[in-house]
């Protein structure tokens, strides 16, 4: 079953802790997105990558952090330096790059962190 | 700047009613527009975009240079309708799309 997954569904995490959202993608991807979805907020760009060990910082950067060590993953990491991390985020992935004529992003059910 | 603006937070119409969805952007060039929706439950998924000129489930999309929008158009609402819809831009890079802050749909019977 081809797609994007993201887990868990659902984090709680302690302030002052760092977690990790998983994004997998078995369909064969250059580029992968991390976006975060807040209520009238829409959606804002975190980070993303086009190509494997190659990632670029998105509009809200600060406090997170990710890793591009394989093609099919694309891990966030939400440091403790983010100040408001409660959100629902999204990865999504796309190939060729975004930039091309048959762009298309493809996106996962999403993981919702609350700060506990 | 490259930027999406979607007006309305909400939009609610009677079924059979037309729809249109306001998208306004800013944007040096020829843009890529798209419009993405997300149903109850289900995945954020591409609806249509303007390079393609199609129709999908009965929604049209018009880039109108001069005004700088991209208004997503139905002329007979269903209740399957509702969802939340997103307007998405690709940036001037082309390396990322840029989201507006969306407007949900409530078709009712």
């Known amino acids: 079953d081809g797609g994007i997954t993201q887990s868990p569904k659902y984090l709680f995490r302690k302030e002052g802790q760092n977690v990790t959202l998983s994004c997998e993608q078995n369909l064969n991807h250059d580029a992968m997105y991390w976006y975060r979805q807040d209520p009238g907020q829409g959606l804002r760009l975190i980070y993303y990558?086009?190509?494997?060990?190659?990632?670029q910082k998105g509009d809200i950067a600060e406090g997170y952090s990710v890793s591009r060590e394989k093609k099919e993953s694309f891990p966030l990491t939400v440091t403790s330096a983010q100040k408001n991390p409660t959100a629902f985020y999204l990865c999504a992935s796309s190939g060729p790059p975004a930039g091309t004529q048959n762009t298309e992003a493809f996106f996962g059910q999403g993981t919702r962190l609350t700060v506990v | 700047a490259q930027r999406v603006t979607q007006p309305e937070k909400l939009l609610s119409v009677f079924k059979g009613a037309p729809v249109e969805l306001k998208c306004n952007y800013s944007y040096s060039g020829s843009p890529e527009l798209f419009w993405y929706v997300q149903y109850s439950r289900q995945r954020l998924q591409l609806l249509l975009r303007?390079?393609s000129r199609e129709s999908i489930k009965g929604f049209t999309a018009d880039l109108n240079k001069g005004e700088t929008s991209f208004h997503l158009k139905k002329p007979f609402a269903q209740e399957e309708d509702s969802a939340m819809y997103y307007c998405a831009l690709l940036n001037q890079a082309g390396t990322a799309l840029i989201f507006g802050k969306g407007t949900t749909l409530s078709v009712s019977s």
């Open positions: 303007h390079i």
């Open positions: 990558s086009q190509i494997v060990n190659d990632f």
